[in-house]
């Protein structure tokens, strides 16, 4: 597609609840990044994935959230047993190689756990 | 993390004023990158500009500038001339390592621009 494409846009679980978010990065782009955005904030990184390869989780906030990209493009992330301190904005984001932090964003995934 | 820092938090200027956003950064690496970004109110985060540690040239692009000051650890964003549509947040961040070494982004809290005609 033309840009990074999030789903779902909005999403309301209840706290206890698993979720998956989705992201379709730019087509070539070999870096992909997830990003939490609290409100009135500025995005925190959580992950990084070079094609496959998870290069870096030190962002994610605990063992409950987990994310996955099995064959370089499309990646999920996921989050078990929500509690609502996960409300926020879920950002995704491309770039290609050697464009190091000139990515593409996604309009995001604004899940809210009640 | 190494932080950033916008202080100024809302910004509401007049249509046609020019407006600085002001940035400040921590780092201990002697290479990395910096960058601006713009969140307007579709959410999604739009690439404005990357700038290595090396060049402290400043840049303009049309009706945008950057300053940036390696001695004050410091990369301010001027809009001259502002426009309806520049009305959005703001954020400044750097690499979270050495270029080479960090891709991922530490983001400031950025600054929130309300241009009214």
């Known amino acids: 597609g033309a840009g990074v494409s999030q789903s779902p846009r909005y999403k309301v679980a209840k706290r206890g609840q698993d979720v998956a978010l989705r992201c379709d990065p730019i087509s070539g782009h070999v870096s992909l990044f997830w990003y939490q955005q609290a409100l009135g904030q500025g995005p925190e990184f959580l992950t990084y994935?070079?094609?496959?390869?998870?290069?870096?989780k030190s962002g994610l906030p605990s063992d409950r959230f987990f994310a996955e990209r099995p064959e370089g493009s499309v990646s999920t992330l996921k989050i078990q047993r929500t509690q609502q301190e996960d409300s926020a904005v879920y950002l995704c984001?491309?770039?290609?190689?050697?464009?190091?932090?000139?990515?593409?964003f996604g309009q995001g995934t604004r899940l809210t756990v009640v | 993390a190494q932080k950033v820092t916008q202080a100024q938090t809302e910004i509401s200027v007049v249509e046609k004023e020019d407006v600085t956003l002001d940035c400040v950064y921590e780092t201990r690496d002697t290479t990395y990158y910096l960058f601006w970004y713009k969140q307007p109110p579709s959410g999604e985060l739009v690439f404005l500009i990357r700038r290595n540690s090396f060049d402290e040239q400043n840049e303009i692009s049309g009706r945008y500038s950057w300053n940036f000051q390696k001695s004050t650890s410091s990369f301010n964003f001027t809009i001259t001339a502002s426009q309806v549509v520049d009305s959005a947040v703001y954020f400044c961040?750097?690499?979270?390592?050495?270029?080479?070494?960090?891709?991922?982004?530490?983001f400031g809290k950025g600054t929130s621009l309300l241009v009214t005609p």
């Open positions: 994935f070079q094609n496959e390869a998870q290069l870096d």
């Open positions: 984001a491309s770039s290609a190689r050697d464009r190091d932090g000139e990515a593409f």
């Open positions: 961040a750097r690499s979270t390592g050495a270029i080479g070494s960090g891709y991922a982004l530490n």
